[in-house]
């Protein structure tokens, strides 16, 4: 796991965790809850952004890579503040679906990395133009 992939998979699950449970032991509804889910949202959306920053990679690479670690954190967020409102509001057990989702939104989000340009001097494989021994892609 990349280790710039970590601050967002850990704010968006804490985030959620907390929010969730300020939002069941409050018994809040409605607008209340969306207040509180969309602040999380946008903490987790700026830290999913931000974690490419200072990385030595074309800009449009670490645009993309930004912006499905952003989604994917607020996807993550989302789904861990739904199961536990949906488990703390009625035991529904539509719960375990949220909580699925979410995890399987935080193992993808946990793959995502950038690949760093190539160091002068360094070996290209032949007709890959990938730095040697790096892979492209999830790693």
Not at 39 to 47: E, I, N, Q, R, S
Not at 87 to 109: E, K, S
Not at 120 to 131: I, N, Q, T, V
């Amino acid at each position: 796991m990349p280790d710039r992939a970590l601050p967002p998979l850990v704010v968006s699950v804490g985030l959620a965790l907390i929010a969730g449970l300020i939002a069941a032991i409050l018994r809040l509804e409605g607008s209340q809850i969306a207040v509180i889910a969309v602040a999380g949202g946008v903490v987790v959306l700026a830290v999913g952004l931000s974690s490419t920053f200072g990385r030595r990679a074309s800009a449009g690479e670490k645009a993309t890579v930004g912006a499905l670690r952003a989604g994917l954190g607020l996807a993550t967020y989302g789904f861990v503040f739904l199961a536990l409102d949906t488990f703390f509001d009625d035991a529904n057990p539509l719960f375990l679906l949220w909580a699925g989702l979410a995890g399987v939104c935080g193992v993808l989000l946990s793959q995502l990395r950038v690949r760093e340009r190539a160091e002068p001097g360094l070996e290209r494989e032949a007709g890959g133009g990938e730095p040697a021994g790096e892979r492209p892609g999830f790693s």
